[in-house]
């Protein structure tokens, strides 16, 4: 089978759908090129988007081809023919959730490994997002955005979605475990939101790096953004990001890994991650991150290369668990604080070192 065919089967990859765009140049328009008026007067369109249009021909001005580089006019008529995804429904699915406490007002999972949070590209079903609706008894599908406002760039039209603000508070990455809290109404996720805003959440991580940590406690304190190289990855950069602060401490050391307990001070994607790599010892596990493979220029050994090699086969994620969670009861104000414990693969994992490569 084609890989087109298979993606036209997929329901995470409706087929596109051509959508006609008009406009009209205004009398005070200044000349500028027609790629650039084209992305600058319809929302979401990205100017290599436009100019893949324009040489495929579905780009007109005046009822004819044009150039990327040809200067609109005043009064010119410009129709767009543009292939767009359909707009994303939240279906609700009956997907079962591990609950750790449920009331009127929130409900606290357990999330496991490979769970997307809410919809996006590649990702309309499946998600956490569509199990809680329909555990909330919520049965025909929400349409919420254009499919072509959830790019890569951005999650925000998906999360400011009346249809789902009022459940998803915080996140957690695909392939990263552990507690999750959810607001059932409005008003729980507005006071929920707030804590996460003003730091009073406290949420622990653990997780097993590469290399053996030297400091027993640590912090790190950088500034966030887009990786340069890859727009879907993060990194640390010297302007333009977001402060982001880890703490940790070491747990354990192993001949070649160290088991941490991490601690979120702001909770910014992919923070965890992006830290660890930048002080050289990256999760493992951690495909986009460098943690895929152990640094095998430490491993001196055959012995010590094939226990290394044997981690990177017990788990095929980043090796990071949302272990506790505590927050203050949207309603009555009182402290909850839920723990889990770890998931199959790093339970493996941990005792696999623990017997095998401890110091």
């Given at each position: ?54 040489e495929a021909g579905m780009i007109s001005v005046n009822g004819r081809a044009a150039k990327a ?137 653990h997780g097993f790096v590469w290399g053996i940590v030297g400091n027993d406690e640590g912090r ?34 192993y001949r070649f890994a160290t088991f941490l307990e991490l601690k979120l001070h702001t909770g ?92």
């Open positions: 089978m084609k890989a087109e065919s298979i993606l036209d089967s997929d329901p995470n990859y409706p087929p596109l759908e051509e959508h006609v765009v008009e406009l009209h140049v205004p009398p005070a328009q200044r000349p500028v090129r027609l790629d650039v008026y084209v992305t600058e007067s319809i929302r979401h369109a990205t100017r290599t988007r436009v100019q893949e249009a324009i580089s040809y200067r609109v006019q005043p009064g010119d008529r410009i129709v767009c023919r543009l292939l767009r995804r359909p707009p994303i429904e939240l279906l609700p699915e009956p997907i079962p959730l591990d609950i750790l406490f449920e009331d009127e007002d929130v409900l606290v999972i357990n999330k496991p490994a490979g769970m997307v949070v809410h919809p996006a590209h590649g990702n309309r079903t499946g998600t956490l997002v569509n199990a809680v609706l329909y555990h909330l008894g919520i049965r025909t599908p929400i349409s919420i955005a254009d499919s072509d406002e959830l790019d890569e760039e951005s999650e925000s039209s998906i999360l400011a979605s009346a249809a789902v603000r009022p459940g998803i508070v915080h996140r957690l990455d695909k392939d990263t475990s552990g507690v999750m809290v959810i607001a059932k109404h409005e008003d729980a996720s507005m006071r929920l939101s707030r804590q996460f805003a003003e730091r009073r959440v406290h949420r622990l991580y790190i304190e950088t500034q966030l953004g887009r990786s340069p190289r890859n727009r879907k990855l993060f990194a640390v950069v010297s302007q333009g990001g977001k402060p982001a602060i880890t703490t940790y401490r070491v747990r354990a050391r910014r994607t992919h923070q965890i991650r992006v830290h660890m790599a930048h002080i050289g010892h990256p999760l493992i596990g951690d495909e986009s991150y460098g943690g895929a493979s152990p640094g095998w220029g430490g491993l001196q050994t055959n012995t010590l290369r094939s226990l290394a090699h044997k981690c990177c086969t017990l788990i095929q994620r980043q090796a990071l668990h949302a272990s506790v969670l505590g927050f203050f009861h949207p309603r009555s104000g009182q402290y909850l604080e839920f723990t889990t414990p770890f998931p199959p693969d790093m339970q493996q994992l941990s005792e696999f070192l623990e017997h095998n490569a401890k110091e």
